[in-house]
């Protein structure tokens, strides 16, 4: 179990490795986050003790479950899933330092509220559906700017880049429409000049396509899949639940 989630990093690192310098790219520009979804915190802390840092949960429920096991092994978490208004409060109890995936103005109102509350700031991604699909979350490309825009203006919310989940194909050109449509708008943002937000980040990529999204830009790329193996649950059960 070890070797094989050892020798998987080592896979997706030289996968990165590659990607780079196709692109001409640094490999220090592009941080792997792990996706753990389902995966066990025992299997989470062998990763974490190799070194790999960064990771991601879709649900307040997994965050929970597995904050206590893996307490003593240093590590960061971002939270890329589907959030619902009324997790604002238990989310915030397991040392989140970004989240990914706040799409929408009603939550980062509720979220800024509640972070005042407990006098404290949050890194936040603004994910953008940039692959047209019904059943993914994220902000509509046409409306990505304006919600920048209205987001910048809560003080408690430190907006840091862009998220999206890319068109799942395997026709490569398709997938990389998303990400490039993803850059566009962060270099449209970037040429505003808003106040009080950077956009240096760009997470996109996963285990199928983060070749494309390191070539359009990425620097987070979300893997999953291809360090902890296949899960038992379709994607769909965290990506298709009902809106909030
Ligand atoms: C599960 C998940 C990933 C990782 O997907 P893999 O295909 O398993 O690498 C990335 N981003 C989000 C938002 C996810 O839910």
């Known amino acids: 179990m070890k070797e094989e989630i050892l020798r998987n990093m080592a896979v997706i690192q030289e996968r990165i490795n590659n990607a780079c310098k196709e692109s001409n790219r640094n490999p220090d520009e592009v941080k792997l986050l792990l996706a753990t979804k389902t995966v066990p915190a025992e299997r989470i802390k062998i990763a974490l003790q190799a070194g790999h840092t960064l990771i991601a949960e879709n649900k307040v429920q997994e965050l929970k479950e597995k904050y206590e096991a893996l307490k003593g092994v240093s590590h960061t978490n971002h939270f890329i899933g589907h959030l619902q208004t009324n997790k604002i409060k238990e989310v915030l109890k397991y040392d989140v330092s970004c989240i990914q995936s706040l799409d929408r103005i009603d939550l980062a109102e509720k979220l800024q509220q509640r972070l005042e509350y407990e006098d404290k700031t949050i890194d936040v991604l603004v994910q953008v559906n940039t ?85 359009e830009g990425a620097t987070i790329i979300r893997v999953g899949t291809a360090i902890f193996g296949q899960r038992i649950y379709p994607d769909s059960y965290y990506w298709n639940e009902q809106k909030a």
């Open 131 to 215: 692959s047209n699909e019904e059943s993914k979350f994220g902000v509509h490309p046409d409306n990505a700017i304006a919600l920048v825009q209205q987001i910048a203006r809560l003080d408690r919310l430190k907006i840091k880049g862009l998220m999206t989940i890319g068109l799942f194909s395997a026709e490569t050109e398709k997938v990389r429409q998303c990400f490039k449509l993803l850059k566009n708008i962060q270099q449209e943002i970037i040429a505003l000049n808003i106040p009080d937000i950077q956009m240096k980040e760009l997470s996109m990529g996963m285990s199928g396509d983060l070749e494309t999204a390191i070539e």
